[in-house]
């Protein structure tokens, strides 16, 4: 099955030229239940891991320390906005610990990334380790295939300075207005909203802007150069929320014609079953100069 994200309600280049410097494309990775193997790009599947290496496990302590929660695996051949990897790597894993009890409020995430040259990998580690308590079942996402689409992004509407940021608040201020007015008046009306149909897309991504809904904008410079570092990958609680409708993925067929994707509840809009903070998303970011650099996250 292959999904689809609707057409924007409108051309937003067209009312604001300058944002086309801004213009970014990001792959939206669709997770749908499924049986993926370590062949595969997937939420919640085996990884390619080599039969010879050892699995990682957490490296701060607490009294849950123990092997990591395979999460993601994503092929560069699937997924056309993974940034590159280290060396030539083409294989991006992501693993953690399934306990909030890390960082200096003991409250934080620990996530780990793993590169690696999927040509290399011969024979694969089965089984696989998992850990034996997990301190929320949110930690554990469902098996998922995934159905990468590239799509549009502009930046988060606080991102934006200046002139062109001054205008498109404006922008954004009179469209909540007229839409107030037309509920108040009793009228079913609608207006496209800039922050939740134009710019950042919803959902599990790879590449293109972060929004910062929560905290605002950050600044995330690389701790290993300095440089300015770019997202690599969102994980979102939900594929859509109630005022990002206009992302809703349709699948082909006739489910996709009526404008209604079959299983339209908890199974399309959290196949994965993975919640990240307050269900909110995590901001995986990596550094471009060096990809080899830890990698910083912002939860959201």
């Not at 039969?51 to 990591?68: Q, R, V």
């Amino acid at each position: 099955m292959i999904f689809t994200t609707p057409p924007r309600p409108l051309d937003i280049e067209a009312l604001f030229p300058g944002l086309a410097a801004h213009r970014a494309t990001a792959t939206r990775l669709h997770p749908r239940a499924g049986r993926p193997t370590a062949r595969d790009s997937h939420v919640g599947g085996p990884l390619l891991w080599p039969a010879g290496e050892p699995w990682p496990a957490c490296d701060e302590e607490h009294p849950h320390s123990g092997p990591l929660l395979a999460v993601a695996q994503l092929y560069a051949r699937d997924v056309p906005d993974l940034a590159a990897g280290p060396d030539g790597c083409d294989l991006l894993q992501v693993l953690w610990c399934p306990f909030d009890l890390h960082g200096p409020t003991g409250h934080g995430m620990h996530v780990r990334l793993r590169w690696r040259r999927s040509a290399e990998v011969r024979e694969v580690l089965a089984p696989q380790p998992e850990p034996a308590r997990v301190g929320f079942d949110g930690y554990v996402p469902a098996p998922c295939v995934l159905h990468p689409e590239q799509v549009t992004e502009y930046p988060y509407i606080e991102s934006l300075t200046g002139e062109l940021g001054e205008r498109v608040e404006e922008w954004e201020d009179a469209q909540e207005e007229a839409a107030y007015e037309a509920e108040a008046e009793g009228e079913d009306f609608a207006r496209p909203s800039y922050q939740s149909d134009l710019s950042v897309a919803p959902g599990w991504k790879a590449g293109g802007h972060a929004a910062w809904n929560v905290t605002g904008p950050g600044s995330m410079d690389c701790h290993g150069c300095g440089h300015g570092m770019r997202l690599l990958l969102t994980v979102d609680s939900y594929e859509w929320r109630s005022n990002s409708e206009s992302w809703r993925p349709l699948p082909t067929g006739a489910a996709g014609a009526t404008g209604v994707e079959a299983g339209a509840g908890d199974e399309a809009n959290r196949p994965t079953g993975v919640a990240v903070g307050n269900f909110g998303k995590l901001n995986v970011f990596a550094c471009p100069h060096d990809p080899a650099h830890p990698h910083r996250l912002s939860v959201q």
